[in-house]
């Protein structure tokens, strides 16, 4: 088998980053490889098929699952600390593998704070995989150094809106020296504002975001937390920190995305940021796009890229309406509520 395409990048001396399975590369999947000098790290290991709305027969996309489940195990294998973000069966492979799990540091979201359905799902896989970890730790808000390298880990965030039956996910935070990743895992957005500041707080040189879920949504562009997920990249973006920006995952289910997200992609340009799906940075197509270009719509037949008169309507109406405030839009923006339009124009025109 060839090998299978991942990006590999690089957060300052002694941290690099592999893509392992990403859906802009055709699973379900946001597992990811961190190596250090001193330590080796995968983020989420596992990963699921497609659904059928995926431009792609079924038989290949059981394929690719097939290829990038043995891709998650190889690069798991291979590491001293795996990181469980949360319990949706495309962040972990739930069975017993002494090559996944036997004498490593787990570090795991607490179920303690989860919906009932999660808490079962982990209490049943921690109980599949007892004897095999050296260390199960819940890492929920906590810090833990080895040697020159820090990993930190978010308080509990809302897998997209709060208070909905996800749940909550932990994200990863990775230091070497000046070097740093973060990696979102389910966030679905960001559209909260916890997460927002607290990814702009840890000033990252390389963002991994998963994105809002447009796929669930037969018209993302009248979807007030869709808009706010645009103005959160943008506010990533306009961080002076950030040099490479990974949207993946949840949008890159969606076939329509690089029309939806299109205003993001013209702002990384001006501002010389590395920015798109895993595929993209490679230098592929995402995996969904060009399904589509080989067998056509599945859901969605009919859709326009969201352009900037689109954006300012809907701002001014959300505005108008209470549902956005202009103090919280202007802060995003970095800008004064006063020059809020000519601000948009300029960023998002």
């Given at each position: 088998?060839?090998?299978?395409?991942?990006?590999?990048?690089?957060?300052?001396p002694?941290?690099?980053?592999?893509?392992?399975?990403?859906?802009?590369?055709?699973?379900?999947?946001?597992c990811?490889?961190?190596?250090?000098?001193?330590i080796?790290?995968?983020?989420?290991?596992?990963?699921?098929?497609?659904?059928?709305?995926?431009?792609?027969p079924?038989?290949?996309?059981?394929?690719?699952?097939n290829?990038?489940?043995?891709?998650v195990?190889?690069?798991?294998?291979?590491?001293?600390?795996?990181?469980v973000?949360?319990?949706?069966?495309?962040?972990?492979l739930?069975?017993?593998?002494p090559?996944?799990y036997?004498?490593?540091?787990?570090f795991?979201?607490?179920?303690?704070?989860?919906?009932?359905?999660?808490?079962e799902?982990a209490?049943?896989?921690?109980?599949?995989?007892?004897?095999?970890?050296?260390?199960?730790?819940?890492?929920?808000?906590?810090?833990f150094k080895?040697?020159?390298?820090e990993?930190g880990?978010?308080?509990?965030l809302?897998?997209?809106?709060?208070d909905?039956?996800?749940?909550?996910?932990?994200m990863?935070?990775?230091t070497?020296?000046?070097?740093?990743?973060l990696v979102?895992?389910?966030?679905?957005g960001?559209?909260?504002?916890?997460t927002?500041?607290?990814?702009?707080?840890?000033?990252?040189?390389?963002?991994?975001?998963d994105?809002?879920?447009?796929f669930?949504?037969?018209?993302?562009?009248?979807?007030?937390?869709?808009?706010?997920?645009?103005?959160?990249i943008?506010h990533?973006?306009?961080?002076?920190?950030?040099k490479t920006l990974?949207?993946?995952?949840?949008?890159?289910?969606?076939y329509?995305?690089p029309?939806?997200?299109?205003?993001?992609y013209?702002l990384a340009?001006?501002?010389?940021?590395?920015?798109?799906?895993?595929?993209?940075?490679?230098?592929?197509?995402?995996a969904v796009?060009?399904a589509?270009e080989?067998?056509?719509?599945?859901?969605w037949?009919?859709?326009?890229?969201?352009?900037?008169n689109?954006?300012?309507g809907?701002v001014?109406q959300a505005?108008?309406?209470?549902?956005?405030?202009?103090q919280?839009?202007?802060?995003?923006?970095r800008?004064?509520?006063?020059?809020l339009?000519?601000?948009i124009?300029?960023?998002?025109?």
């Amino acid at each position: 088998m060839n090998p299978l395409p991942s990006l590999i990048l690089s957060a300052g001396p002694g941290l690099k980053i592999q893509t392992v399975a990403l859906d802009s590369l055709g699973v379900k999947g946001m597992c990811i490889a961190v190596r250090t000098p001193e330590i080796s790290i995968v983020i989420d290991p596992g990963v699921s098929a497609q659904t059928e709305q995926f431009p792609l027969p079924e038989a290949v996309r059981e394929q690719l699952r097939n290829d990038y489940e043995a891709a998650v195990t190889a690069a798991a294998q291979q590491a001293e600390i795996i990181v469980v973000s949360h319990y949706h069966l495309d962040h972990f492979l739930d069975r017993r593998d002494p090559a996944l799990y036997g004498g490593k540091i787990i570090f795991a979201k607490s179920p303690d704070d989860l919906p009932a359905k999660q808490q079962e799902t982990a209490r049943r896989f921690f109980q599949m995989i007892d004897g095999l970890p050296r260390e199960i730790i819940w890492a929920d808000g906590r810090r833990f150094k080895f040697k020159k390298t820090e990993i930190g880990f978010s308080p509990p965030l809302w897998h997209g809106q709060a208070d909905t039956e996800p749940g909550r996910v932990i994200m990863t935070e990775i230091t070497r020296g000046r070097g740093k990743l973060l990696v979102s895992s389910d966030v679905a957005g960001p559209v909260d504002d916890q997460t927002t500041e607290l990814i702009t707080g840890f000033q990252p040189q390389v963002a991994i975001i998963d994105g809002y879920p447009t796929f669930l949504q037969s018209d993302p562009q009248t979807d007030l937390q869709f808009l706010i997920s645009l103005f959160n990249i943008t506010h990533l973006l306009l961080l002076r920190s950030i040099k490479t920006l990974v949207l993946d995952h949840h949008i890159a289910r969606d076939y329509r995305y690089p029309a939806l997200f299109q205003p993001v992609y013209r702002l990384a340009k001006k501002l010389n940021k590395r920015f798109g799906t895993a595929a993209e940075i490679i230098g592929l197509r995402s995996a969904v796009v060009t399904a589509l270009e080989n067998y056509g719509t599945t859901r969605w037949h009919r859709w326009h890229p969201i352009d900037l008169n689109t954006i300012s309507g809907l701002v001014q109406q959300a505005i108008s309406s209470g549902k956005i405030d202009p103090q919280w839009l202007a802060r995003r923006l970095r800008t004064e509520p006063t020059a809020l339009t000519s601000t948009i124009n300029r960023l998002l025109g």
